[in-house]
């Protein structure tokens, strides 16, 4: 059988995230409901990783594999023709047997989208967090370069998770404004990423930035693995899976 | 009776347009509905200009008279309660008897977005023109130079429209890439719009980034006059009413 993987980009906004689960819309369902009407087989993909409702994309992976003979570059094409507006295959290509989507992933980039300013957002409602208070992007700067480096980061993770190891590995954790000074992006690239690891970092940084939190919890959360020294979870629509990279 | 201005952002995704008409959902109709929920009035609004159907706005204005002894400021924040979350009331301010959100207006500045690259986009579906084949961006800023100034639009005008004089001053008319460079906007201030104007001179600037049109050819539309010359149409969705001055 062939080994196919697409990159994916969709709004979370309309699903109750990306894992098939009962009497609930999810975006794996709507992708192996468009895959079965293009091969005819009834197929299971597998992903780089869930998003939680809410969460969007802007380069998830998925594989597949699959007896069709359409060519590798036509999937994602195609796929489009049955997937809904919100979900789109923006490439494909054909793997060897042993590529894995989740597995054989070295390296996951997320943002995370502030809107900071007084009034709330239409156009940004399901695509960006809305902070009103002024936030102090300087000291949001300085919490998130000590993310930088391999560290235990349980303190960055939902309770109840389960995982061998919660050693991982950033290499990049930035804030930066984009187009309009009011429009915050987080930045984060690791090697893995523990349950909710994002939105809790995110939720201390804005903490930090309202002058709630010293930059140094960031620290101090890492050296003693305590989540309770951090902010809230951050909300999911703030959320962009980004890119794997393989 | 108080005079109250309130900026508006919305998605026009949802609306028939901004202007109220029969058996439609309208932006206006909107508006005038959490008004009355607010005021327990019935009060017509007056905007900048109408927008069209599943065209958005980040800095539309309106204004109404009222009784009501609701803080001018207030207003916005109480708007907010009561209208759909497509639609968000930014501020509100008391201006003099004379202020009319249509005539006094001096400068509105619009936006256009084109996503230029091969895939289609799940998250900016709504948001943005997607031109698949590769804009040539340094003939479509030559293009628009050329819009700087006063000039007779006629031909940048839908057909059917009746105005006075389609003599219109152009301040500014600048192509740039945002975030990432295939995202394109144009962006364009006048002292007014003819129907459609923005929407034509996209649908020219496009053709010609293509190379199917000169971008001498917007120089020979403001000479003759001649529609037939341009592009077709940029479809709605793509403009954004930024700001008006007053």
Redesign the interface.
Known sequence: MRNIKVVL???GTAYSGFQVQANANTVQEQIEAALQKLTKEQIRIVASGRTDAGV?A?GQVINFFTNSNIPAEKF?PAL?TWLP???????SSEEDQNFHARFSAKWKTYRYLILNR??????L?N?AYWVPDKLDIALMRLGACELVGTHDFRAFMASGSSVVTTVRTVTESEIRT??SEDLIEFRITADGFLYNMVRIIVGTLIEIGRGKLDPSVIKRMLDTGDRSLGGPTAPAKGLYLVRVTY
């Open positions: 980009e969709y709004e969007h802007m994602a489009n507006k919100d979900i789109r295959a923006l490439e007084e009034a709330p957002s239409a156009l409602r695509l984009l187009e």
